[in-house]
């Protein structure tokens, strides 16, 4: 959606640092200094002999030498190939160092290397495992430049696009409520009312349609999300209204004046207060992230569970990122737009955020992205859209999105269900 869109650019990184840590908040500033700071790795260009030797000795430095258990895991968007290259070069560089690599259960070190990469460098990061509760981290980095000669493999991820519904009104969300093979009836939202849809002989036939009673002036830039549920039919939350339905057809829409926060994720309870004026969200969460209930105003947030808490990705007024996890708060700028949602898939980490682009009416895009630590990593192609993207809402199961664009060649509103396809 277009809203406010700032466009801004990530700090480079550091690669002299090495961080030992008691604790969860201990290493949060270390890789937060470690994403903030400046990068002293140009001079290795492209040269992975280099990065490697580098790595090494800062993990030799930290474990010493002796025996330990070695795992190297890519998640960047290097090749298959050089993946391979890169991991027997980082074991040949320790094994000279004299850190010998053996199995878990004879090892007196754990040693986790992570490929990973921001939008202007490779980050490769080590957690140096001794003893019982001795953990350390070590860093380093390689820019990424055009100069790179890398033979790319087809993206991991491509993200699927299968249109749901078109019309002149604009569309606010969209629900499925029945399915298959493919979607079967639907929900509709627009500003005046929800519409069912089924689906009839390959053609869709409305089955009713419900006035949305309010005695409200809805603002401008108009928002509202459709959600199915269990023990009725659905919720509706609009700026200042809530509406639910009945529980069997024919359905009758009851709606009232309402402050009650919107659900911002149907997998994880977070909610958040809409500002009834505008078209963003005021930065009071219900019943928070761990302890933090506030945030700066937002327009949309995605959660990523970890397996300790869940990063909460907020997508702010001021064209800046603030990632919550419960104890503290983190602030990044980003070239992206003001939309995003979150889809868990079998593809990757099993997490991706769904991000669109700056960009005017003319013509949007998604594209997913993954974040190994709090610098988020592109996985999949740019997806296009023929007009600007003015919603983007995670389906209540999670597993896919909906995203709709106001065509600039049609003037319709268009609604499609996003959906992650692995590679090969």
């Known amino acids: ?81 050089d993946f391979d290259d890169i991991n027997r070069g ?7 160092l004299g850190l010998r690599t053996v199995k878990p259960e004879q090892a007196a070190a754990t040693v986790l290397i ?27 980095s390689a820019p990424r430049s055009e100069s790179v000669e890398l033979v790319r493999e087809s993206p991991a991820m491509v993200i699927r696009k299968t249109p749901l519904w078109s019309q002149e009104r604009p569309i606010l969300d969209v629900a499925i409520l029945q399915e298959g093979a493919a979607p079967s009836q639907i929900a509709v939202l627009d500003p005046d009312k929800v519409a069912i849809y089924r689906l009839a002989d390959g053609r869709w ?47 009758a829409l009851v709606c009232r004046p309402s402050d009650d926060p919107w659900p911002l994720s149907g997998q994880f309870p977070l909610g958040g207060f809409f500002a009834a004026t505008r078209n963003f969200f005021t930065g ?19 959660p990523l569970p970890r397996p300790t808490y869940t990063l909460w990705i907020f997508s702010g007024v001021d064209g800046t ?33 769904l991000a669109t682009r700056p960009g005017d009416n003319a013509g949007d895009s998604v594209r997913a992205f993954e974040f190994p630590d709090r610098d988020p990593v592109p996985v999949s192609p740019v997806l296009e859209f023929a007009g600007g993207i003015t919603a983007l809402w995670t389906e209540a199961k999670g597993a896919s999105a909906i995203a709709v664009s ?6 319709n509103y268009e609604a499609f269900r996003l959906s992650m396809a692995c590679g090969q």
């Open 90 to 96: 980082l074991r040949a560089q320790l094994e000279s």
């Open 284 to 302: 009071v969460l219900a019943p928070g992230v761990g302890k933090q209930t506030s945030t700066a105003k937002f327009y949309s947030a995605a």
């Open 1 to 81: 959606m277009i809203r406010n869109r700032a466009a801004a650019v990530y700090n480079s990184t550091i690669a002299d640092m090495c961080c030992p840590f008691p604790g969860f908040l201990s290493r949060f500033v270390c890789v937060l200094l470690f994403v903030l700071c400046g990068s002293t790795m140009a001079a290795f260009g492209t040269d992975w002999v280099v990065v490697q030797q580098d790595l090494a000795h800062r993990i030799v430095g930290v474990a010493g030498p002796g025996a330990a258990s070695v795992e190297v895991v890519n998640r960047s968007s290097l090749t298959k190939r």
């Open 205 to 251: 036939q409305q089955e009713q349609s419900l006035p949305i009673m309010h005695s409200r002036i809805w603002p401008r830039d108009m928002r509202g999300r459709l959600i199915p549920r269990q023990d009725h039919w659905f919720d509706i939350y609009l700026p200042g209204v809530f509406c639910q339905s009945s529980n069997s057809p024919p359905l």
């Open 406 to 411: 106001h065509n600039s060649e049609t003037g």
């Open 321 to 353: 990122l603030r990632l919550l996890d419960g104890a503290s708060e983190q602030t990044a700028r980003v070239t992206w737009g003001s939309d995003l949602a979150n889809v868990k898939t079998a593809c990757g980490s099993g997490w991706q955020v």
């Open 114 to 140: 992570t490929l990973s990469e921001n939008l202007q460098n490779y980050v490769w990061v080590a957690e140096i495992h001794q003893g019982a509760g001795e953990i350390s981290v070590v860093m380093t």
